[in-house]
Each structure stands twice: as C-alpha cells, then as structure tokens.
C-alpha cells in the first residue's frame, strides 16, 4: 500500500497539497457511537494554525473543517468520517522562482527523484502544511480516547541549547512554545526571535505523554506499541531522532542502575518507569512518554548553494512564509500521531483479546 | 492484523518461541529468480548464534535453518519461502521459578497484561531468540537487495560510556563487538567481561548503515523510509531511541549550521549527508545511516525487588543465561531489519512507478 | 481493516452517504505521469448517473466531480488523488416514515444490528448512491490500464427471463440497457417498464469483460485474479453471484467436454477460453470474462410486512424513487470495480516482478 | 502484500508446494486462551486427505500435522500458531515429462507467465496439496468460532447432472461424497466411478453452510461478508461461480416474488432468507449459505493437445493420481474457507464495535 493511510483498524488516510484546493482525511473503522462535532475537530486544527505568535509563520489560514460523512446526529456512525479543509492564502507566486531549484534539506529532491516530476509550489503533498489532516484525524482519534479514560498532551521541551527544567505540565499552553517550564519558554522565544531576525532557524525537542493509556495494547513482534510509536513520530517532517521513557540515555547506563522493581498493586507498577510506558513493546498501564528531535527548519532567508533541475550549481533565497522554530507546531501534531497508534491499538487488543483493557490482572 | 507479519510486498511472517520445538519465518512477495540456498541464509545466522564470545551468552544453539518451500533448483520461485529453525538447547527447568514471578525491565507483565496468560519459558515469544527468525528472514531480503547493489552493514559504536572514536568497518567483524574502532572493541570487551564478572550488564549503541540504496524509496507521508527504519529498529527488544543523520544533535542546532547545500552530480549530492540519506522520507542515493540506543540487559545475577503473579512483593535472581551487553548480536538483527525494509520499499517503488531507482534524473 | 478501502497497491477509500454533504474518494499509489482530467472521470460518472432513461429512477443528480489533490498540470503526482461529488438532490424527507422502519430486503437491519444506529435517509452509506465514488475512482484505474492497454466493458446480458443473443458490443451504449443485443434490448425495457408500471422491479445479469489485459496478474494462493474479481463484484449490493468463464455451467461438465487445448503463440492461447482469462488464478492474456446475478430492486411501490425498531409486526410501502431494475446503472459500476482490480494487480504483479506484463514467454 | 495471506485480523499465511519437504501455515491474531491440540486439528486434516474411497486420488499421504508455536499447556497464547505438513507420497518422477509442457487447464501456464519459471513438480504451488495448511488453519478458525456458538458445515450438492434433491445433513459425512441426500450419492458415486474408468472426470457442485453466526459482521462497503466469502471461495482452485442465498435464480425473479418480509422476533428474521444469510453485506443472524461450482479435474487420463516450453504444438496425457471429480475433497476446504473469512469478520466486528454480536438490538 502507498504511505498515505495510516493504521490497520482505526485506519486514516490523508490527501492534500499546500497549494492545491485543500487537504483532508478520511477516517475509516472509527467506533460507532462516539460524540463528534465539528467544534471538537477546529480546536485541535486551532492549536496547529500558523500565524499565532510570533514564533510561527505568518501564512493566514483559518484551516475551518467540514464534516462530510459518517456522524449522523452528534454521534459516529460507524462509516467514514470524511474530513475537508480548503486552501485559503496560497500565494503560490512565492514559489515560482523554485520550479527548477531544489532546495537544500527539503522534499523537493526526494519527491523528483521518485515520482519524476513534483508540485513545486510550497513543497507541494511534503508540505508541513499536510499535517493539517493528521490534526484533525487525530482529534477524532482522541474523542475516541477519551472514552476509554486515555489523554495525549505534548510540550516544546529544548530549543537549540535551552532546555524545560520544571515540568509543570497545566502552563504549557499559556506560552507560545507550549513549554511546560514557563521560565524556559520565556528564553526560547528571546532565541527564537532572535533566529527570525538573523534569518536563520534552530532546533528543539518535542516531548509527548499519554496518560490513563490502557495495559495490553501494542502488538509485538513487529507492532510493538513503542515501535508504532517511534514510526509515526519518526514520520512528521523535520523529527530526526525518537526516543521513548530514558532514550538514548539507556546506551551509557549498566544494568543495576537501569534496573527498575515493580512495585505491588493493583496495579503492579515500575518504580521508574524507565521504560516510558511499555514492556515488551506493550503498554503496561503506566505513562506512556516519548521525545522527538526536530531539526532547524530548512528555509532560512539566507542564500544556500544547491544545484537546479538541470543538476547545475546555482543558489537559492528561500521566500515564501516558514516557522523559525518548528516545536511549538510540531506539538500538536505529534499529540495527533499518538493518539492515531493509542486508538488504533486499543481496537486491534479488542480484536484478538475482546478487551481495551488488560486481560491479566495484577 | 497481528504484529507479527512485517512489509507490505515482501512481507515477512514470523513464529516461534524461545522454548517451543522451533522458530521460522514464511516470505511472501520475493521476486523469483533471485539466487538462493540455505547457506546464504546460514551465514547470518551464524553471525547471531549466542556462544561465539566471552561477550555472548553460553547458551548453545546450532541455528540450522531448513528450506521448507518457495526455492527450486537454486531459485526463488515467486512463491512463500518458509523457513524453520529448530530448537536445541532450551533449559526449560532453569525457569521454573519464573512462572509464578514477573522479571522487572522483562515483557513478562506485558505479555501477561495483553494475553492473560503466558509462556514463562525463557520469555516464550517475547525472547530475544525471536529475532533468529528476522535474522533468516532478513538473509533473503540482503539477497534482494544484493541485486540491486545495496548492501548493509551494523556496527556496535557504544558499549556504556565507551563510543567508537574510529571508523573502520572493515575491521568490525574481526572482533567480538563488532566495532569499527579496534582500539575501542578492545575496551569496549573489558568492560563487558567486568560487568559479567559483577553479575551485571551495561547497555551501548549500535549504528547500521546502507549503501548503494537506490534513489526514490520510501512512501509518503506516514511510511517515509526514516520512518519505516524508526519503527522496524525500534521493535527490536531492548531498543530504546532511533535517530538518523545528525539525529538528536540537530535539536541543538540552527539552521544556517545544518544546511546541507547540494553538489551538483549526477548524482546530486548533499555535501554532508546531515539526513542520514533520505530527504522528505525518501532516498535520494547517499548513504542510509541510523543508531539506536540499547539499553543494558535486564536479566542480570542479582537479586532484584518484583512482584509475583498475585500482585505481592518477592526478589528474583535471575537464572538462566544472558548476554551482558545486547549490542554485539543486535548488531547482525538490526541489519536484518534494514534488509527488510529497504527490500519491501524497493518493491513497493516498483510497484508505483515501474523502476526499482530515480524517476526524475538530475 | 475496515471495509472502506479497496485495493493494496492502488488503493482506495471512498466515503459518503446518500442523504450527507457528499461522497468521495482518495486513491492512494496512483502511478506518477498519469493525464487525468475532471472530464475523464466525469464520462464515466454520467454514464452512472441516474435519471438517463426511463429505465432508471427519476432522482436528479448532476454528480459533478471535484479533483482535490493528486493532479498537478494535467498530471497524477503520485500522490493522493482526493475526489468529491456533493449531493444535490437529497429529499430527505422522503425517508421520515422510515426512521422507526426495516425496509425488507435491505441492508437497514443489516446496519442497525452492526453499529446499533443508523442514517435511516435513503440508506445512508448503504444507499446505492455509495457507487458514484466507486465510479469515479475506477475511471482513475481506467486510465492508468490504458496506458497497459487494457480495456473494461459491461453489458447487462439478462433482464427477467430476457436474455441477449447476440454480442453486438459497440452497439450496447446505444440502448438505455446497455444491452449488446439491441433485439434484446427492446424486450427487456418493455418488461422493466411493465414492472414499473406495475409497482414492481426485476432482476438480471451483468457482464463485464477486459480485453488487453497483461498476462501474469493475480496472486495465488488467496488474492488470484478471479477471487479478487468474485470479491470486487459480489460486494456490489445487489449482487447474488458472480462466475468466471463458463461458469456455473461447469458443474454439469466432464474433463473431456470442459478440456481446453492450447493453441501454438505466441501468444499462447486456450481454444475456447472456457476459464474466463484466467489459469490458477493468473491471467493468462485472454479476455477476462465474469458474470454477475443482480437481484430485483427491493425498494417496490407495494406494501410489504416487516418490523419496526422495537421488533413488532408493521407494514411498509417504500416512497424514495427507485431504479425498476438495477442492471444498466450497474454496468458502469462494475467496469469500476474490475478496473480497480485489474489496476491493483498489475501494480503487485509490477512490484513482484519488476514486469507489468508476461515475464515467461511463450 | 503476495497473495500468501489471508485475512486482516485472524491471518493466515501459508506455504509449501506438492512435492517439496511440506506445506504449513502460520496463524497470527488468534485470541489467547482457545482450547487447542494437534487432534482438533488432524480431525479436519483428516476429512480431506487423499485415498479415502474409490471416489478420490490414490495419493497416499498421512498429513500429519505439528504444532510449532503458539499454544502453551493446551491453549491458544495469542502469539502466532505455526502449523507444519510433511510430505511424503511425493513420487516427482511421474511428473518428469511435464517439464515442458503446459498441461490444458492447469495452472502451468499461469505461473510461468507470472514468474518466468515454475516448479513443475506437481504443479508445485499450484496444486490442490496446498490447501492442507488452508484446512489446518481453518480448523483452529473452527475451534474459534465454536467459542462463539457458530458451526459451519459443507455438503456436495451436484455430481455432473445429478443434484441433491433431500437435505439431511447429519447423512452427509456417511457417504463418500459428503452428500446430504443418501439417494443422490449413491447416483454420483456410480457416476464418478464411471468417469473414473473412461479416463474422464467430473464437475459439481458444493454448499457451505454457516449456523449460529452472530449478526453485525462483515465491513461495507468493499469487505462486505458476501463478498469476502465470494473471494474466498473463489479463490480455491476449480471453482468457477459463488452464489448467496438464492443467487442466480434471482437474475429472473421480480421484486414481488423475491420479496422476503420480516417476521418479528426477538430475533427478527426474514421469512425465506433469501440473502443468504446477509443484508447490506452484514450477517444478520441467519444461516449463511452459499454454494459453489467446480469445474471438472483437468487432469484426466486421455491425450489433449497442448504446447510445450517453447510454444510448439504437442499432446499430453497425465499421469500422476488425480480426483475423478473434485467435490468431496473440496467439501473440507470450503468449510475451511469459511471458517477463516467468519473468524477474521468476528475479531473484525468486534475491534471496531467491541462486540462479537449485535450491536443493536431488534
């Protein structure tokens, strides 16, 4: 199958380009029943539109959803749920002068040397601005979480070398960077305003966490639910590195320190949570915890040398609108990601096991 | 589906347990004619046998694959190739005491969680001897691959706080870490035998790399080769975090320090590979390079704090026999697992656009 | 996976019902460099639209076809092909009565009993008019056999106890039945306008053949070319049975009189064809020849018993405006559906291979 | 994904040719803790192996079936069921001289053209032998769906011309045609024989039935539970036609006749149950019936035209040991077939709804 559908029983598929008539998704295996509105869907599409501080771009877009199909009533009815967005402040105008440039560390030469050919304006179906449908696909995902007790939130927890040192999880979205250390948010907006007004971009690490996730999901060997995980993370344009509960720390640690006891119940539980959530690749009830590395992003307003359609050196100045950090709108797609693999392997354990649940009790 | 099926065209289904009669693998969608016997399959195989090194475990199997189907007079014939390890050397008794307990850091509670029940014999599918079948599996997809000249190769680069300073890949197989840095396999291996000697473990970091990866794979926006890779690396056991490029390191860094300008080719080229080889999830021909974070063995000689299957307190020391440091034989299965990707992404390229390489020429 | 999507390389998902704001379609894996245009889509969309003739239910849609994405320049990306047919002509209000109502023969119970609700408006996603994006993803599929040479055409062979003797096919457009018989034809309007009058509809059988397909596609053991056929067109509602070449027939055969010698190629050729294109489930390069039972409307203007919500004894007679019989308007849905199937396989048959065609000659 | 596998939540995927070392299945998704041992399964093994009676092959095989994985202590894990057929009546030297030609009917050619070689042995993939590891999966789909209260049972229905005209069920597995009607058997047998002594064969005609079937499966619109059941058994070899309910009988029947009210329940039935078991695609509790067409054996004893490997005109007579008339043995393979596609639509049914039975309630 092509990479455009995501999940095997809450399965979606997205469609769109940044500068075509719109994007959408397409919502196949949904529970039948679940509340749905058009309002539950724009508040997530609200937290990922651009033009909301000034860390983000200033492309306008009011990324207003239709509901198309498959809720009848207030309630999903069980068959697809199609989603449209349209395409409003496309200046594809912007993107002229890049018909026979690759730019450098984007998708524009990836997607040439595949298809042959590509939709030059704005990145075209590799625009971060596809991720529209995964936000919207994600907020009916997490309508049907939250039936079953589970919570996906996400935080900008690095920017470039200033990281969150408190956690303080309820302040996040009272700040731009959604950084759940309202400190920290406040010297990663200075070095972010900073990188705009030089023309450059820096990087940063997002972290999401989902509580209340039931034990029992995830499907090893190959679906384990951290690898589900790290896949559609790893997915989101601009995400480098995924690591889940102590990551990359693990590879310098020894076993007695890693060594995390279960602690009596009900239910049984590590002391640490080392893990992030998951044993064996199956959730274990506990918080699910994974971090991305996101990249600076590629279209700074600097020249950049790079080679034409041609394959002759030339250089580009990227116009056209960009995030100077990618994090704070990364989180809501990154929330949308997990809860997409969290819905999708709560129906696949009720598959085989009948439950959403744990099926041995401890 | 179930987790234990991996690709979408060449499509490889696992099964087996670490104290059943025996493991396998059934191939579906290999392209005929590819030149095939069983001591091509061998040959990995060996390189994953436990008992090889002071490093290893002592537990002693002979791995000897059988072809059951899908290969005639020297050939794959299109249909499934099934595979079958048998068991040999399986204690079963020495885990006797287990059945009742749950091993902290172990997928036992998962398992037990997901399935109300499990095979406590060594960990029964959630072994780590599941992966001899992704290992036999994945000598196909390197003959695949081998016809388009790819070709893979992993390396242990950490082992706790010790990192490979040098890379020279042809030396790795020479030593028991498989370590492009002899000076470093050489330390790395001191320490494995003192924590041995403590009854500890201590965890690393493993580096797999492709070359000759042919332009134009990947799918997308959510099966991106990076994304596939993340997913395929992360579900092997004992696999904390992924990265690919610069990885976590370009949370740090800005943009006009990242950017990677072309060189004009053919083929193009980016000056610096910062990706990792792909470029909006897609190869665009440059080396594939992905690490992952290993974390320290959970079963180590000591006593450890846990509980038992009524939820109470109790210790356990675990019996049985590991290998203080997962990285030397995760190294011939995470090249399994890039194997299977890239070969199912070959296929899934031909499949879409008719060519097995670039389609846009530059 | 839910049942909305159709196909694994060149996949489909379609959305929708009879009574909402539209229905839809997004095909996934579309070959790049494919020229695609509204027009394309919408001739085979008009040819399904209803209101045509007085053969046909008189509800009146224009089914103007919306490309959303996908297509860049005249055209495929390669990327999702997005398509949107909005409702015009929905009297919902027709369908009130039947809020508390299981029309009989329909797929009401069906659904109610599956999901425990349902859009009772003319049937919602289980109304007929879920074809139209069928129809429109198949003219996709169309176009991309067309660059292989392959051809789909279908013919309603059988109305009531009429059935066509002759095999006129350029003549068959020509006729409201789409008849290849035009003698035929005359016979068979005369009875479903005598069943309409009547209050009553009729039953029939459709033909659908390709010319020109590729040899080699299908893929034993579970997707051969004919299975894949039998389930693409028995999921049309309406269907009760579908054959291949000689069909049923068979059953009251001997080896000796069924026996088809292969005639000296190339190519190849079965003297009479009596498979139906296919051999083990491969095409073989014949024409692919099947057949298909389509049942009476069961929407008929008479009272008939059934029950309502609360499962007592009521009678219902069906307002709505209905098709008398149901075999020209699914002609062109099942050229769609043997389109989408066709188009899938030679894209596995591809992906396998690396060959759209034979890779054995002879 | 190759056409090895078959279903989306109970998979099966299988391999093995006639004459290489075996033929087996690996069964992923099976809920844990399902009572299974190697007899439930052999029982089934048993009904269709060879050299039962006069009326099938002489081909001797016992068929013998392992368990690799997947139950522990007498029930089902939830990890994946290997299943393992040796062979052993392999005499490949009566197929020597098929080298080069291309037997009249057979499979031979499609393979060739689809792969560019074939294991000629046999058929090699593309006998009937493989579908021992469809009975062996089928069996465990059994023991599943008897969880659930569903039994499924086949019955040969026509020999030639002659047509069971009693149905009593439990008289069927006493005679060798599996025949429902005593009096009828006799005739087919007398009949098969007949042909058997000519050097001929024989077509028919086989019913599946399916009782206890909870309501609310199968997946609209394109997987519907008609539809998956058309594709399944269609997809065994010699089958040429599937029909539900009434099915091409209703070609000719008019709305009135075919009229099928509802009768109130609890539970709500329609009086004749001329569907077959579904409405809308959706089982509704009722039987499901369907029935099948088999062509008569290719192989028979009597020179055919045919041509060789280089596409010239020669004659073949086949030796090797075939079934005069494929029914009785194809009685086992249909109910397997129907056993996985209930199975697969159970756990289906039951991740997106939670319920393995009706949702509403009437």
Do not use: W
């Not at 719109?22 to 029943?33: K, N, Q, S, T």
């Not at 529209?132 to 920017?159: M, N």
């Not at 690898?227 to 690591?243: D, F, P, W």
């Not at 990249?295 to 041609?310: D, F, G, H, Y």
Request: charged residues 25%.
């Amino acid at each position: 199958m092509a990479g455009n559908t995501f999940g095997s029983i809450f399965s979606v598929t997205t469609f769109g380009e940044s500068h075509g008539p719109g994007l959408g998704a397409v919502i196949d295996g949904c529970p039948p029943g679940v509340p749905l509105d058009r309002a539950l869907i724009q508040r997530d599409l609200d937290r990922r539109r651009p033009g909301q501080s000034a860390a983000t771009t200033s492309r306008s877009e009011a990324d207003q959803v239709e509901i198309l199909s498959g809720v009848f009533e207030g309630l999903t009815t069980g068959t697809p749920i199609g989603l449209l967005i349209r395409n409003e402040d496309h200046r594809s105008g912007a993107y002229d002068h890049l018909r026979e440039i690759f730019r450098p560390g984007h998708a524009d030469l990836g997607f040439f040397l595949k298809f042959g050919l590509r939709d030059h304006r704005g990145g075209g179906r590799s625009s971060g601005r596809e991720t529209v449908a995964r936000v919207a696909a994600g907020a009916v995902a997490r309508a049907v979480l939250a039936g079953f007790g589970a919570t996906v939130r996400g935080f900008t927890v690095q920017v470039g070398g200033i990281r969150a040192e408190k956690f303080l999880p309820d302040t996040a979205e009272g700040n731009p960077l959604r950084c759940p250390d309202p400190d920290a948010a406040e010297a990663m907006l200075a070095l972010i305003l900073e990188c705009k007004e030089e023309g450059d971009s820096v990087g940063g690490m997002v972290e999401v966490r989902a509580e209340g996730v039931p034990a029992g999901m995830g499907e090893p060997v190959f679906d384990k639910l951290d690898a589900a995980i790290a896949g559609a993370l790893m997915g989101i344009g601009g995400v480098k590195g995924v690591e889940l509960g102590v990551g990359f720390a693990a590879a310098a640690m020894r076993g007695s320190r890693y060594s995390d006891p279960f602690e009596p119940g009900p239910p049984v539980r590590s002391r640490h949570n080392r893990a992030g959530g998951t044993l064996g690749g199956i959730s274990t009830g506990e918080s699910v915890v994974a971090r991305i590395a996101v990249k600076p992003t590629s279209s700074i307003a600097r020249e950049q040398e790079t080679v034409n359609l041609k394959g002759e050196r030339t250089t580009v100045k990227i116009g056209g609108r960009h995030d100077p950090c990618l994090c704070p709108r990364i989180v809501p797609v990154a929330e949308a990601m997990l809860c997409l693999v969290l819905c999708d392997h709560l129906l696949r354990q009720r598959a085989q096991t009948g439950s959403a649940g744990p099926l041995g009790k401890v």
